[in-house]
């Protein structure tokens, strides 16, 4: 079916390309290509995949055409909260195109949609001196959401609600109570979920049917079981699943280790946040005699206890990942599994899936072993025991230990810049909360030497099995991250530029490695960090090696973690076949699937994850203005613009902005070419790079914004936000 399917879709392509081809429906298509009715339906399926990603479109009377032959483009539709829009295009390449608010249609964020170009690149160049393509939204080929999570209001004569996402940017009528009957009938000010009803004219808001109430939108829990309905997230396991997951052992028997090499004499250890609850990863590091390094990397073996096919591994490949929120974990796999006999902890025997790389004195892989053990790890470590660690001399085997793993890993990390990788980390904020769900505490992570070196050594484990994996043409799933269009890094020049940066051309590393380097330590650095994120594409997953980018590797896959990634599990059923030629076409065709779907669920859970952490960071300020005692921070201005400067706070990492028009002591008059501020009177000045000290003046939920006023006088107070060095989930290369 699929090589028929794939002749069908060269069929069309050819007949729509044809010089004397005219616009046909599906009948005449049908006729044009001689299929007979009674296998029509695989015309009909074949012309919606086609639609769906762009190759084709259907203009008036339902009639097939080339997209480039009447101007329409295929894309997803992102929409800012200020209603305009732009659409990604499904074709690299191509540049976005704008669509403004009234263009949009009954589009929502997120939709798929088909657009006609309405202005070339010229007229509006001519008209705003930027080359921009803008378009309308004809078409909405699939709506992104059916329901959405919003705040239940009332006005004089009818209920609505007014979504949580601002980019959706239409309120939805309800009706109160809602039909059928819920177990609770919703109150104004309370979380509820809408079913949507379709929606054909911008002229009047959408409808929509209110299926759950989540309760009082300040009650405990309430925001994260929004932001869980929202982004769609399950709650619980099935029945069924739980009842598999208690069939398996929670000890690992002798019988067990038929097949497997025994490493239960050597010194493994695993090194992990201080409140992680699964280990998936553990690490051992010798010395060669003569020079070099022995790096053994060992990880759970979940594909020894999640048969394909199973309805465990049906819920895993469903779920995708893991999702971490900050008051709840929401795993991929039961906690039997993640956190029981999958997890690598101290003391108890554990199947594993082992990487042995040997590594020359000079940092290079010389060899690289592969092999299903057991293992009995001799350690657990957190991050700060294991930085303490390395920061003192060492005294006994595990520091010993320890510090020539060091020795390994910073070699490691220094010839990965060295060969173009980009500095791309970040430092990032863990939010702890009380008994209630209530941020009391803004914890500052940053990348030391503990998360550098586990780091290193995950990285270079993935990148031995993608190449083992690749060299042997086993249909597997890879991490790719494929190289900026020229387009997007010239956009992010004039942005460099901007800030009075010398920048030369980004296409080429070595000046984009230039540039990182000269940001470091800057105040304006994590913002210019995070505009190059944004001109670079999207780390994916993808059933071929198209590289990684911003590692600088040819060959890069995800293995080390299989508890908390789907992922893993698929290239570790890979790995521990490889030897079995016994792979199809059909396994290529599934790869690519699976690619698609967890890279979706991928996506879903940071979004998830970054609008949950952005909430709790607003609440935490939120609850400082209720209480009339608001702390001060140390900010660094990181732009100014006429309207007031914008601010980021390095300790917690958020950026707010102090309005002008809260700087009362004089009359500042904007200068643009100079992005400052000058006191009319007094001459004072606020420029990109001042340091100051800040306290919150208004916090506005809905739009996620926090407005800052700057503190003059005493000393700040104590500041309950502070640097640590616990990591957050492991990052998403």
Same mark, same amino acid.
């Given at each position: ?69 009447? *101007? ?22 191509e ?69 949580? %996402? ?13 039909? @059928? @009957? ?48 929202k ?40 090194? *992990?946040? %201080?409140?992680?609850? *699964?280990?998936d990863?553990a690490?051992?590091v ?14 759970? %073996? ?42 690598l ?12 790389i ?24 957190t ?41 791309? %980390? ?17 914890e ?19 990148? #031995?099995?993608a190449?083992?994996?690749k ?11 494929e ?26 590393r ?28 999207? #780390?994916?997953?993808?059933?071929q ?8 590797k ?8 299989p508890?908390r ?7 570790h ?13 059909? *396994? ?29 960071k ?5 609850r ?5 005692? @608001? ?19 390095p300790?917690v ?73 616990? @990591? ?6």
């Amino acid at each position: 079916m699929k090589s028929e399917n794939d002749q069908l879709r060269q069929q069309i392509l050819r007949l729509l390309s044809a010089p004397k081809y005219r616009p046909l429906d599906k009948l005449e298509l049908g006729k044009a290509l001689g299929r007979k009715s009674g296998i029509r339906m695989g015309l009909n399926e074949v012309l919606r995949q086609l639609e769906q990603s762009g190759e084709i479109a259907r203009i008036r009377k339902n009639r097939y055409v080339l997209p480039s032959e009447a *101007d329409l483009v295929t894309g997803t539709l992102h929409v800012h909260q200020a209603g305009y829009a732009f659409l990604s295009r499904e074709k690299p390449g191509e540049q976005d195109l704008f669509i403004a608010a009234e263009n949009t249609g009954t589009a929502m964020h997120g939709d798929k949609v088909v657009a006609r170009i309405t202005r070339d690149e010229r007229y509006s160049r001519a008209k705003s001196g930027r080359d921009r393509t803008e378009g309308r939204v004809i078409r909405i080929l699939e709506r992104a959401h059916d329901s959405l999570v919003g705040t239940l209001q009332q006005s004089k004569n009818f209920f609505y609600v007014v979504p949580d %996402d601002p980019r959706i940017v239409h309120n939805v009528y309800v009706q109160v109570p809602p039909q @059928p @009957p819920l177990p609770k009938t919703p109150d104004r000010g309370d979380k509820v979920v809408v079913r949507l009803e379709p929606w054909e004219s911008r002229h009047v808001n959408p409808e929509g049917q209110i299926i759950e109430v989540l309760g009082p939108s300040s009650a405990p829990g309430v925001d994260m079981l929004s932001i869980i309905r929202k982004y769609h997230l399950p709650t619980a396991f099935p029945s069924d699943i739980l009842n598999e997951a208690q069939k398996i052992p929670e000890t690992v028997g002798e019988e067990m280790f038929e097949g497997r090499e025994d490493l239960r004499g050597q010194f493994i250890v695993t090194i *992990d946040p %201080d409140d992680a609850r *699964d280990f998936d990863d553990a690490i051992n590091v010798e010395r060669i005699p003569g020079g070099g390094w022995s790096l053994g990397v060992h990880i759970a %073996d979940v594909a020894a206890y999640v048969k394909p096919g199973a309805a465990l591994d049906r819920e895993a490949y469903k779920r995708g990942n893991s999702v971490y929120l900050p008051d709840r974990v929401i795993p991929m796999l039961p906690e039997r599994l993640s956190n029981g006999v999958c997890s690598l902890n101290p003391a108890v025997n554990r199947l594993t899936h082992s990487v042995f790389i040997q590594f020359t004195k000079d940092g290079r892989s010389k060899s690289s072993r592969f092999a299903r053990t057991v293992i009995r790890s001799a350690r657990r470590l957190t991050y700060r025991e294991a930085h303490a660690i390395l920061r003192a001399a060492p005294n006994d085997q595990l520091s010993e230990r320890l510090h020539v793993a060091w020795e390994l890993a910073s070699l490691l990390r220094r010839k990965r810049f060295e060969q173009g990788s980009l500095d791309l %980390d970040f430092p990032e904020v863990k939010v702890r909360l009380d008994k209630e769900g209530q941020p009391i505490l803004l914890e500052r992570i940053e990348n030391d030497e503990s998360h550098q070196l586990v780091e290193e050594f995950m990285l270079a484990a993935n990148e #031995a099995v993608a190449r083992e994996l690749k060299n042997r043409s086993i249909p597997t799933i890879y991490r790719v991250h494929e190289n900026p269009e020229p387009d997007k890094l010239a956009e992010y020049r004039e942005l460099v530029l901007s800030y009075n940066y010398k920048a030369g051309d980004l296409t080429n590393r070595a000046e984009l490695q230039r540039l990182l380097a000269s940001l470091a330590g800057k105040p304006e650095e994590q913002a210019l960090k995070i505009g190059l994120l944004k001109s670079l594409k999207r #780390a994916r997953y993808a059933a071929q090696p198209l590289g990684h980018f911003g590692l600088a590797k040819n060959n890069y896959t995800h293995f080390t973690s299989p508890i908390r990634r789907y992922a893993d599990l698929i290239v570790h059923r890979a790995l521990a076949e490889r030897d079995q030629a016994r792979r199809s076409r059909a *396994d290529m065709g599934q790869m690519v699937s699976a690619a698609e779907h967890i890279s979706i669920t991928e996506r879903v859970a940071a979004e998830a994850e970054i609008d949950s952490v952005k909430m709790k960071k607003l609440e935490f300020f939120q609850r400082q203005l209720d209480a009339r005692d @608001p702390q001060v921070f140390r900010a660094t201005v990181i732009d100014v613009r006429n309207y007031g400067l914008l601010l980021e706070l390095p300790d917690v990492l958020l950026t707010g902005l102090v309005h002008v028009s809260s700087l009362t002591d004089d009359f500042y008059v904007f200068h643009p070419t100079q992005r400052r501020f000058i006191g009319r009177q007094s001459r004072r000045r606020f420029s990109v790079g001042d340091q100051l000290r800040v306290f919150v003046a208004r916090v506005d939920i809905f739009k996620r914004q926090v407005d800052f006023a700057i503190a003059n006088g005493a000393a700040p107070k104590q500041v309950r936000a502070r640097s640590n060095n616990r @990591p957050a989930h492991p990052q998403r290369r």
